[in-house]
């Protein structure tokens, strides 16, 4: 039979280690660990602050036909590598099929295509960017996938370039980076998904 513990002698012998340990300390080593437990909580507090307001998000960059564009990691469900897509009988070229996702299907896009943007020799199969917009999940093919930074919508600036025929329709805006802000609710409402009518 084992013998039973007995825990208030275990929360004894711990409180006596942790005061033993605090007492080793250096008033050097102690105000070393209160700065890193402040600049802790500083950087739990902001990033509380970016998730929670509308001014500023988390958005992954990724780049498509030499642009860099990028998503609210809020809308952001997951990134692939690309793989081949089962192919939609008469769907339009911007439609490049349909993937499964752990057995829920997703329309795969080429963002390229949607963007009028000029692709210039054998792309490299690059990754598929899985979004949600409301209940829809879709899949957007891009280059590659660069890092998460932090979009500030006072910072947008009107677009340009490339991009200026379509913006308003597709773009949210561009920051002073030059990343292009994507309107997943404008890609998600792209003709692509309206049937013909008869």
């Known amino acids: 039979m084992r013998p039973s513990i007995d825990w208030e002698q275990v929360k004894s012998r711990l409180r006596e280690s942790q005061a033993w340990a605090d007492a080793t300390r250096s008033e050097a080593e102690l105000a070393e660990l209160a700065d890193i437990y402040r600049e802790r909580a500083r950087q739990l507090a902001t990033r509380s602050t ?6 500023g998000w988390p958005a992954l960059v990724f780049t498509v036909g030499g642009e860099r564009l990028c998503i609210a990691t809020r809308s952001l ?41 000029p692709v210039e020799g054998e792309r490299a ?3 598929i960017v899985l979004m949600r917009s409301a209940a829809v999940e879709v899949g957007l093919r891009v280059d590659s996938v660069q890092q998460i930074e932090t979009i500030v919508r006072g910072e947008l600036d009107c ?3 490339e991009l ?3 913006s308003s329709q597709y773009l949210l805006g ?7 802000v994507l309107n997943i609710e404008a890609v998600c409402s792209h003709p692509v998904f309206v049937a013909a009518e008869a």
Not at 50 to 55: A, E, H, P, Y
Not at 174 to 180: A, E, S
């Open 50 to 55: 970016i998730d929670s307001t509308q001014d």
């Open 77 to 117: 469900v997951e990134v692939l590598p690309y793989a081949r897509c089962s192919a939609i009988a008469g769907a339009r070229a911007e439609l490049l099929g349909a993937i499964n996702v752990r057995g829920h299907i997703c329309s795969v896009l080429d963002l390229a295509r949607i963007l009028e943007l």
């Open 125 to 127: 199969p690059g990754y």
């Open 159 to 161: 677009l340009g370039g």
């Open 164 to 166: 200026a025929a379509w």
């Open 174 to 180: 561009r920051t002073p980076g030059g990343v292009g």
